[in-house]
């Protein structure tokens, strides 16, 4: 079978959504990162929850996303409270837009994504999680301060 490029766009996305989930998982629950790896990828990508049909997300952005920002978690953590308000350190934010920023980091440090995609895939998740809530807007700040001190002439 042959994925189209915007299905596999699609399951790009999926994944980053996952991620943010598995990595908000792994610090509520001191999972380890492969067993949330495992329990993501045989319970959660295409099944049903409540009636809605979660997507096929693509596993190896997924897994890269999620290893990467295991491995990378001070560098992310440090260029995340650089990107903040000295008053609000990244200890203080929501559990979620830590697990967020932690894996847009992990792929704006790959350096295989255009910065500017990265920040409206993730602008993105975080209005899937923080619908009527300004947080896109914080998460649109935040990622564009990470993106130009990681890559300054990706834009």
Known sequence: MTISNNQRRKMRSAARFFAVQALFQMEA???????????????????????????EGDVDTFRGLMERAVDEQAKIDQMTDRALVAKWPLGRIDPT??????????????????????????????GAFFPDGKEPRFVNAVLDHMAHEDRPGGF
Do not use: Y
């Open 29 to 55: 629950t001191a999972q380890t990162v492969d067993s949330v790896i495992k329990e993501f990828e045989d319970h959660r990508f295409g099944e049903i929850f409540d009636d809605i049909e979660m997507l």
């Open 97 to 126: 837009l830590r697990a967020l920023f932690r894996a847009a980091g992990a792929e704006l440090i790959a350096g295989d994504t255009p910065p500017r995609v990265v920040i409206t895939e993730f602008v993105d998740v975080a």
